[in-house]
Nanobody, 116 residues
Framework: QVQLVESGGGLVQAGGSLRLSCGASGMLFSTYTMGWYRQAPGKERELVAG???????NYADSVKGRFTISRDNAKNTVYLQMSSLKPEDTAVYYCNRVSAFGSWTWGKGTLVTVSS
């Protein structure tokens, strides 16, 4: 079965940086488009960045130029480098596939809190 384990969150001041990691198992990781999602309190979960199996990346407008998604297929891991963080980036961050066929079971996520 698919397992996703996110890590790297924490408390950071506005303008700071964090690097999130997501380890995946139970699937042929390299063949999937992977994404980082976030859910802020009282809001719907949203996709903020995606990376295809070939390494093409896409970003939500709200994070473009500040976040960088990458993947290491040898380690079955996807990363999210976040810089110039803003209080509105505060959320629980999750990784999952980006697919018209839906998502795998969600992991626990990792909490990012940005203080002003």
């Amino acid at each position: 079965q698919v397992q996703l384990v996110e890590s790297g969150g924490g408390l950071v001041q506005a303008g700071g940086s964090l690097r999130l990691s997501c380890g995946a198992s139970g699937m042929l990781f390299s063949t999937y488009t992977m994404g980082w999602y976030r859910q802020a309190p009282g809001k719907e979960r949203e996709l903020v960045a995606g990376v295809t199996s070939g390494g093409t990346t896409n970003y939500a407008d709200s994070v473009k130029g500040r976040f960088t998604i990458s993947r290491d297929n040898a380690k079955n891991t996807v990363y999210l480098q976040m810089s110039s963080l803003k209080p509105e980036d505060t959320a629980v961050y999750y990784c999952n596939r980006v697919s018209a066929f839906g998502s795998w079971t969600w992991g626990k996520g990792t909490l990012v809190t940005v203080s002003s």
